[in-house]
C-alpha cells in the first residue's frame, strides 16, 4: 500500500505570498490531519478533515485553511506568509472512526518544507 | 489550555545503555500514542495505550500508562545507534477528534557507539 505523499516536498516564497500544500492520504482513509513542525514549538495541530468536512481547527490564525475532496486528497493554503511560517508541514491520514479508539494511528507523510523569505 | 509535557528535551547514552523518556498530561487522557522520528524524517507510529496502567513491549521498548492516565514512559533497554531519533508522545486534544493530537516536544535521543 502507497503511504501517504505530500507535493511539493520543498517550497521558498516570500512575505505576502500565499501557498498551497497537497497531501494524498493512504488509500482508504478518510481522515487527513495537517501538522506544523517548528524548532521551537514543536508539532502543532493545524485542523483535521474527515469525509469533506472540518472536524476539528487548531489554534492558528484564519491565514491557515484547508480543505478535503470526495477523493479524500487534501489541500492546505495559507495567504499573506509571515517569515514566522516558515517550518515543516507534515499531513497525517488515518482511518479514525468517530467514537472509537481503534485504527487511531495517525500515519504521516514526508512533510513540505517551507521556507518564508 | 490543555498540555503535553515531556522530559527529558535531550538524551546522550552510550550504546548499550538504558533510555527513558516520561511524559505528563495536564488532563486525563483516553489513549496516548508515541512516535518516532528519525533525523531528517517525519513521525512514525510506534503504539497505542489505552487502558489504566497498561505496559506493552515491542522488543527492546517498553510502553507504560500510568493508573490516573496522565502519564507515560518509553522505556529503552540497551540502546543501539539505531534507536536514534526523537520520540514522542501524544495525546488526543480534549473535546477533539482523534485526528486531533497534542504532542510532546519530543525526546532526542543520541546514541555514541
Known amino acids: 500500500k502507497a503511504g501517504v505523499t505530500q507535493t511539493p516536498r520543498y517550497l521558498i516564497k516570500t512575505r505576502g505570498q500565499q501557498v498551497t500544500l497537497s497531501c494524498s492520504p493512504i488509500?482508504?482513509?478518510?481522515?487527513v490531519s495537517w501538522y506544523q513542525q517548528t524548532p521551537g514549538q514543536g508539532l502543532q495541530f493545524l485542523f483535521e478533515?474527515?469525509?469533506?468536512?472540518?472536524?476539528n481547527k487548531g489554534n492558528f490564525p484564519g491565514r491557515f485553511s484547508g480543505r478535503q475532496f470526495s477523493n479524500s486528497r487534501s489541500e492546505m493554503n495559507v495567504s499573506t506568509l509571515e517569515l514566522g511560517d516558515s517550518a515543516l508541514y507534515l499531513c497525517?491520514?488515518?482511518?479514525?472512526?468517530?467514537?472509537?479508539?481503534?485504527?487511531?494511528?495517525?500515519?504521516f507523510g514526508p512533510g513540505t518544507r517551507l521556507t518564508v523569505l | 489550555g490543555q498540555q503535553v509535557m515531556q522530559i527529558p528535551q535531550y538524551q546522550h547514552v552510550q550504546e548499550g545503555e538504558d533510555f527513558t523518556t516520561y511524559c505528563n498530561s495536564s488532563t486525563t487522557l483516553s489513549n496516548i500514542q508515541w512516535y518516532k522520528q528519525r533525523p531528517g524524517g517525519h513521525p512514525v507510529f510506534l503504539i497505542q495505550?489505552?487502558?489504566?496502567?497498561e505496559v506493552k513491549k515491542q522488543k527492546r521498548l517498553t510502553f507504560q500508562f500510568g493508573e490516573a492516565k496522565k502519564n507515560s514512559s518509553l522505556h529503552i533497554t540497551a540502546t543501539q545507534t539505531t534507536d536514534v531519533g526523537t520520540y514522542f508522545c501524544?495525546?488526543?486534544?480534549?473535546?477533539?477528534?482523534?485526528?486531533?493530537?497534542?504532542f510532546g516536544k519530543g525526546t532526542k535521543l543520541s546514541v555514541k557507539p
Open positions: 501524544a495525546g488526543p486534544n480534549y473535546g477533539g477528534s482523534q485526528g486531533n493530537l497534542i
Open positions: 495505550l489505552v487502558k489504566s496502567g
Open positions: 478533515y474527515f469525509s469533506e468536512t472540518q472536524r
Open positions: 497525517a491520514s488515518s482511518l479514525a472512526v468517530s467514537g472509537s479508539l481503534s485504527y487511531n494511528e495517525q500515519f
Open positions: 488509500s482508504g482513509h478518510r481522515s
